[in-house]
């Protein structure tokens, strides 16, 4: 199925998949600090999407893959297109944290 997609386009899984995969996976909510405390889910990584976006290489690597989510998967989206073209692998999380209905809150 991934193969597909346009190079700009990037890979993209429901919050609400996401519960089997928590603790085998690299998970950044690029939510404000603000946002982040109020709650996200277990495991994942406060990299607001300005500091993401303007200096990549400082927090992701390579060759990994990062999935990526927001309040409603808006702003991960176009982060994950942009960082598509920039080589990463990234997975966009659709729904965002409001969406979630599982059990790993934190």
């Given at each position: 199925m991934f193969g597909l997609l346009k190079k700009e386009e990037c890979k993209?899984?429901?919050?609400?998949?996401?519960?089997e995969l928590l603790g085998k996976i690299e998970l950044i909510d690029i939510r404000e600090p603000y946002e982040y405390l109020?709650?996200?889910?277990?495991g994942a990584k406060n990299i607001p999407m300005?500091?993401?976006?303007?200096?990549?290489s400082k927090y992701l690597r390579e060759g990994n893959e990062y999935y990526l989510m927001c309040l409603s998967g808006a702003r991960?989206?176009?982060?994950?297109?942009y960082l598509t073209?920039?080589?990463?692998?990234?997975?966009?999380v659709t729904g965002g944290f409001g969406?979630?209905?599982?059990?790993?809150?934190?």
């Open positions: 993209m899984l429901h919050v609400n998949e996401i519960d109020g709650g996200s889910i277990k300005q500091k993401l976006i303007s200096e990549p991960s989206s176009r982060t994950c297109r073209k920039l080589g990463y692998d990234v997975v966009n969406s979630y209905v599982g059990t790993k809150r934190k």
